[in-house]
């Protein structure tokens, strides 16, 4: 089997890099850009939007009033997200700054604009002042088009209580916080890199995992230097080829033997992909729709509970 995969679209934005074209703000190699909103307008206290994809969560989206658009929403992209140039342009979004931007292997660099939207909307809620870095937009498999205008990155739900509800194909945005960690339901995550992260069990081995609503077609990635550390039921193949927006990448596949265990849930037996030049482990769309996953940025806090 030969496919094309457009691994990780959240791994690109989370080693972005900013630096405002004023100079106020330094270049940021670590931990989670400056907000990339100036204030969050929701009336009723909650929002909820439905899905418009099984295969990725997009959503409708109204930039200053135009729209709507589909937006891909992801997890593993930091900051307020990204907007295809030709959106920006057509908008006449302002460009207020650069961002420095790359994908986890630290090279391919390359500068890109940061544009400002004066009002951003899903559902009910409304953020002003959105910044968004205006770059091309992975295409998807077998296709030119993305399919998509842009993607809302982690960083926009900071001040909220957000929620992929995959079973019935919603987004809810609300006010509120999560209990304090159980080690079962509700656990503590850290996001160095902008993203939030989890410590997961592969087959008993214990590994820090990025939680990349993004990643549209892997359960689990893991470093290539994870191959012969955890039991697999076959030797690794190779698949085909990957895809971040700036690097070509190897994909050698797998079924793992034993268990995926996050906090009190397994996932069984699932299939694992090794690519060279992810740092951390990486846990996609098609292992997060086994979950409702409620996240509390606030208090660094992830629920996971069972569809």
């Known amino acids: 089997m030969n496919r094309h995969l457009a691994v990780g679209l959240g791994a690109v934005l989370a080693f972005l890099c900013v630096q405002i074209a004023s100079g106020q703000i330094p270049v940021r190699r670590m931990g989670p850009p400056p907000k990339p909103f100036e204030r969050a307008d929701m009336p009723t206290g909650s929002t909820e939007i439905p899905m418009l994809s099984e295969g990725k969560i997009l959503v409708e989206v109204r930039i200053d009033g135009k729209g709507p658009y589909r937006f891909a929403l992801d997890t593993g992209a930091a900051g307020g997200g990204r907007i295809s140039p030709a959106l920006a342009h057509q908008l ?47 295409a998807a498999p077998g296709s030119a088009d993305p399919g998509f205008d842009g993607i809302l990155g982690f960083g926009l739900f900071q001040d909220h209580l957000l929620t992929l509800d995959y079973s019935a194909r919603k987004v809810r945005i609300e006010n509120g916080a999560l209990p ?35 990643n549209m077609r892997g359960e689990l990635v893991l470093p290539a230097s994870y191959i012969g550390k955890v039991p697999l039921e076959g030797e690794p193949k190779v698949v085909g080829h990957g895809r971040t927006a700036f690097n070509e990448i190897e994909i050698k596949q797998a079924r793992l033997k034993g268990g995926v265990r996050i906090g009190g849930h397994s996932v069984e037996a699932p299939l ?31 629920r996971f509970r069972t569809a």
């Open 92 to 138: 006449g979004l302002e460009v207020v700054g650069q961002a420095i931007t790359g994908d986890p292997s630290g090279k391919n660099r390359q500068t890109i604009d940061l544009v400002e939207a004066g009002s951003l909307a899903v559902g009910g809620i409304t953020f002003t002042g959105v910044k968004l870095a205006a770059s091309v937009l992975p």
């Open 180 to 214: 304090p960690a159980d080690g079962r339901e509700v656990l503590d995550f850290e996001a160095p890199r902008g993203v939030p992260s989890v410590r997961i069990e592969v087959a008993g081995v214990e590994v820090a995992a990025d939680l990349d609503s993004g």
């Open 272 to 302: 694992v992909d090794f690519v060279d030049i992810f740092p951390v482990a990486n846990v996609g769309h098609a292992f997060l729709r086994h979950f409702v996953v409620t996240i509390d940025q606030k208090n660094h806090r992830i």
